[in-house]
């Protein structure tokens, strides 16, 4: 199994819909960091948060750590919003000598159609 | 300020060559971390640079080696090419976080697209 799932893995929406993207971890994390990814491979980095909820645009990202789940939400989605979205948590093991580092989930393929 | 920079954008290599893959790290950060993303796939963990030294490592062959400058920049050795080793190899780069159970945000580079025949 995975450390990290999300889901769906594909997304079709209509313009203007609102749309939601889940995170599931299955050990304790410090942070989860959400990532846009464009066709052509660049990572642009759209929240990073270890607790609560964050808003930026028509971007919000929440975390629930005693349920091990994350969600990225976009309010009236459009086209241009149309990317992979991955959601990578960083994972510390207590007691241990290594430094966190992190994991990523597969991927949700977005696509908004006008 | 540039961000995260990668050489080259594309390499096409054949099975059994050997491939540098370069990375500068944005400004003030010190920490470079190398990821395989295959096809289809999220990010791997291939190994972390700190102060010059390999400070972890992922589940990866020993043919995946890697080396970080004075100046932060990294290197990503890939000897005896495979074709499981096409993919888009991502640099991220940090700045070292204090203690081990901290993250610091990671920034990552455009990729290089690496095509093994």
């Known amino acids: 199994k995975n450390e990290v799932e999300q889901s769906p893995q594909n997304l079709t929406a209509q313009e203007g819909e609102f749309i939601t993207i889940n995170c599931s971890y299955s050990?304790?994390?410090?942070?989860l960091h959400w990532l846009q990814q464009h066709p052509g491979g660049g990572i642009v980095s759209l929240f990073m948060?270890?607790?609560g909820k964050k808003k930026h645009g028509r971007l919000i990202a929440t975390i629930n750590i005693q349920e091990k789940h994350g969600s990225l939400h976009i309010t009236a989605s459009h086209p241009r919003d149309s990317a992979v979205y991955i959601c990578?948590?960083?994972?510390?093991?207590?007691?241990?000598?290594?430094?966190?580092?992190?994991?990523f989930g597969q991927g949700t393929i977005l696509t908004v159609h006008p | 300020d540039a961000g995260v920079t990668q050489s080259p954008t594309h390499l096409i290599k054949t099975r059994g060559q050997q491939v540098t893959l370069r990375c500068s790290p944005k400004?003030?950060?010190?920490?470079v971390s190398w990821y395989q993303q295959a096809l289809g796939q999220g990010p791997q963990f291939i190994f972390q640079?700190?102060?010059?030294?390999?400070?972890q490592r992922g589940n990866f062959p020993d043919r995946f080696s890697g080396h970080q400058f004075p100046n932060y920049s990294s290197e990503l050795n890939v000897n005896a090419l495979l074709l499981g080793d096409s993919a888009l190899y991502l640099c991220?780069?940090?700045?070292?976080?204090?203690?081990?159970?901290?993250?610091?945000?990671?920034?990552f580079g455009p990729g290089t697209r690496l095509t093994v025949l």
């Open positions: 991220a780069s940090s700045l070292s976080a204090s203690d081990a159970r901290y993250y610091n945000e990671q920034f």
């Open positions: 050990v304790g994390i410090s942070a």
């Open positions: 948060l270890s607790s």
């Open positions: 990578a948590v960083f994972l510390y093991l207590a007691g241990g000598t290594s430094y966190g580092k992190l994991t």
């Open positions: 400004s003030g950060h010190d920490t």
């Open positions: 640079y700190y102060e010059e030294e390999e400070r």
